[in-house]
């Protein structure tokens, strides 16, 4: 069972910074894409980093770049979303996902498992 669940969302002033994790499981995990999504409301879900956990290889959404920073523990099967500089822009629903195909995607409708979700919001 593929099972993905994200963690430390919270609200910060603009500059600040969170660091969002994402266990998984269920999954053969060595040679997955895993990637980092968000979506504001009344917005369509864009890819904000994404991960190929053999090669370490990674994508940056171009509003992002610089600012954060994608990573995993293999060993725990933890990946991670380093945030620094937040703007209120940022504000958004962040998700965890992967999906069957074993490479990485920037489209969200590529990807078939998901997080619950954990809230960033940035405040001016």
């Known amino acids: 069972q593929v099972q993905l669940v994200e963690s430390g969302g919270g609200s910060v002033r603009a500059g600040g910074s969170l660091r969002l994790s994402c266990a998984a499981s269920?999954?053969?995990?060595?040679?997955?894409?895993l990637a980092w999504f968000r979506q504001a409301p009344g917005k369509e879900r864009e890819g904000v980093a994404l991960?190929?956990?053999?090669?370490?290889?990674?994508y940056y959404h171009d509003s992002v770049k610089g600012r954060f920073a994608i990573s995993q523990d293999k060993a725990k099967k933890m990946l991670y979303l380093q945030m620094s500089s937040l703007k209120p822009e940022d504000t958004a629903m962040y998700y965890c996902?992967?999906?069957?195909?074993?490479?990485?995607?920037?489209?969200?409708?590529?990807?078939?498992?998901w997080g619950q979700g954990t809230q960033v919001t940035v405040t001016s």
């Open positions: 991960l190929y956990t053999s090669s370490d290889w990674t």
């Open positions: 996902a992967t999906g069957p195909t074993g490479s990485c995607h920037r489209d969200y409708r590529l990807y078939s498992y």
């Open positions: 269920g999954y053969p995990y060595t040679y997955m894409c």
